[in-house]
């Protein structure tokens, strides 16, 4: 069996996230405007809807606004800088709140290890000159192998269980020992097969390993480094933070690891206000 069969194998997962690739596109034309956006948008209706429901959480909406009442209002609301952002999470949303059986994982741990995974990416990536956009959509998928392979385990006849070994190989050993190949290689044929660029889809394939990653390492360092900074965003008070990258990796992004300590004030903050994504527009209020 290979990574391939497995995605060969997959019915029922959502494809919405193969519209991120098109948005990063007129995101980068200098003459895209949300009209552009919206257009594009609109040719998916479940993914209208998303966005609309997500730009009126308390995230984007505070609690003295008034409801979006269309998507287009909802686009326009939070404007081109954060339109992106907007819709990666409606795009994934429903991919990645999912509970994953065979990691042993609740859905909201799926939803929170992503979210931060993208938010550390995307500051990594504003301060070792990467594009930002491509970085955290980079984060925010980063553990689509792992989703791609619960659905499939959920699908046999016996139930598989795979070991967490925490970083920097987390489930790697477990499912290569199990099946022959791990998580990351099979999100990176799934995103060959959604038509995602290779800047997306090589680190996330490579980010167990980014030194064998070629033109690609410097993205897959930065994913790997993000993933430490996600898990340290969430250590409690009186635990030992993990283990920091090897010297190799963070060499690639000309880091330190006391510029990743420095770090983990900023991106706490960003993912205590993005969990208002999981809040109704009037609990805002009571985040503040």
Known sequence: MTAEDVIRDLR???STPKILPKLLEILRDDQASMGDVVSLIKIDPGMAARVLQIGNSAYYSPSHAARCPTMEDAVYRVGLVKVYELVAYAATAQLLMRPLRSYRLEA???WQSSVTCALAAERLG?????????????????????????????????????????LPNETTE???????????????????????????????????????????????ALIHTAKWLRDAVHVAAEQPLPPAPEPAILGLLQLEPADLEASLDEVKDAFLKASLLLAEPGEAGAEN
Do not use: C
């Open 12 to 14: 029922q997962l959502p």
């Open 108 to 110: 909201e741990a799926v």
């Open 126 to 166: 504003r301060h070792v000159d990467v594009d930002f956009n491509t970085a955290y959509t980079a984060g925010l998928l980063h553990a689509v192998g792992i989703v791609a392979v619960d659905t499939w385990a959920a699908t046999q006849e016996s139930p598989i269980y795979f070991l967490n070994a925490q």
């Open 174 to 220: 477990s499912e290569k020992s199990l099946l022959g190949f791990h998580n990351a290689a099979v999100a990176g044929t799934l995103l060959k097969t959604w038509a995602f660029p290779a800047s997306i889809l090589e680190p996330i394939r490579w980010q167990y390993a980014p030194t064998l990653a070629g033109p690609h390492k410097k993205m897959a």
